[in-house]
């Protein structure tokens, strides 16, 4: 793979355990090719043309990606680990794409992943951020490479091991993914 790609994470944090999973997946995918991450209200609001992979990820609040009123809702719970005025869901709602490269190359090869994290105790419960987004962003027309769900001890964490290693691995596949040394995640 050129080494001019990247794979750029965008990722949503109130109490630090979804932050804590970017940077697992970040890890992971490193293996493969560079990847940076970058909280939700830094984000740009399109793509760098030079961004292969794009991963979003956020908590799952309310059965789905967070809203300015569950983030209030965290705000008052505990610390969070950054400002509630943006989510991803608000994120997704203004990206833009850039349509080509510098070589004219089609915005299509990019490919999209999402991830949230959720309350184990909820696991069997059909709420998912990472799952909302998706949907989201194949209805704007990206391609979806996986989702995954990473789950937290409590509502403030913490996260466990277990987990922070299951989204590293998650990264290492996606990487395979792209630079074609593995067919599904
Ligand atoms: C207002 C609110 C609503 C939540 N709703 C859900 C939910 O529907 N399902 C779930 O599994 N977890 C739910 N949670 C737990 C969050 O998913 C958990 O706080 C999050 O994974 C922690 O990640 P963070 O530290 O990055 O914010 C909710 C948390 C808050 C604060």
Redesign the pocket.
Known sequence: MSETVRALIVY????????R?AQAIRDGLRGSLPADMVPVYQAPSAIPADVRLLVVG???????M?RVT??Q??WK?AD??MPIEVGIREWLSVLGIDTQDASGRPASRLEVATF????AK?RR?P?S?ARAAAKVLRRMGFRLTSSASFF?DE???PISEVEVERARHWGEELGSILTGSSTAV
């Not at 949503?12 to 932050?19: A, I, P, Y």
């Not at 949230?116 to 309350?119: A, K």
């Open positions: 949503e944090s109130m109490f630090g355990n979804t932050e999973v956020g908590p799952t609040h309310a059965f789905s967070s569950t983030r809702e965290a719970q969070v680990v949230d994290t959720r309350i909820g419960l709420g951020a937290v509502t403030t964490g």
